[in-house]
């Protein structure tokens, strides 16, 4: 019961983010102009797909199909995350994240990397929990 709730929390997570991100693009690839690392076409073509993988691989993870398709995706997406949050953070950048919509103000580093993490950790749970048994 347990792991299904997590399953539902850390897909929901996903949905939710990229339902806010597919209802103002042009905010979202503002905040992705802000960590200074593409260029257009490529800050913009990020601004338009990665709303929606997060939605479907959000939605795989809740509903099972396609499970370990989804954690993988979801959690290759919060390694790459960690790193340009990193990198911006090395660099001085003052980013607005847009993780949850667009932000007004600039973003936290300290609480961006531990969000990412905890969710990479429950991430990471979920996908190893969710392997089968290997039978004797």
């Known amino acids: 019961?347990?792991?299904?709730?997590?399953?539902?929390?850390?897909?929901?997570?996903?949905?939710?983010?990229?339902?806010?991100k597919v209802a103002d693009?042009?905010?979202?690839l503002d905040d992705i102009r802000s960590f200074d690392?593409?260029?257009?076409p490529w800050a913009a073509w990020l601004a338009m797909g990665l709303?929606?993988?997060?939605?479907?691989a959000g939605?795989?993870?809740?509903?099972?199909?396609?499970r370990s398709g989804g954690l993988l995706i979801l959690n290759g997406s919060l390694v790459?995350?960690?790193a340009a949050i990193g990198i911006s953070w090395w660099r001085g950048i003052d980013i607005r994240c847009g993780c949850f919509g667009h932000a007004d103000a600039t973003s936290n580093y300290y609480?961006?990397?531990?969000r990412d993490i905890l969710l990479l950790l429950a991430g990471i749970v979920l996908a190893w929990h969710g392997?089968?048994?290997?039978k004797a």
Do not use: N
């Not at 693009?25 to 979202?28: A, E, K, R, V, Y």
């Not at 609480?111 to 531990?114: A, E, N, R």
């Not at 392997?131 to 290997?134: E, L």
């Open 25 to 28: 693009p042009m905010s979202f």
């Open 80 to 82: 790459v995350f960690l």
């Open 59 to 66: 939605l795989a993870v809740m509903s099972g199909f396609l």
């Open 51 to 56: 709303p929606w993988l997060e939605i479907f």
């Open 111 to 114: 609480d961006l990397v531990l």
């Open 131 to 134: 392997k089968p048994k290997a």
């Open 37 to 40: 690392l593409l260029g257009d």
């Open 1 to 20: 019961m347990l792991r299904l709730v997590l399953h539902f929390f850390f897909g929901g997570v996903f949905v939710y983010a990229g339902v806010l």
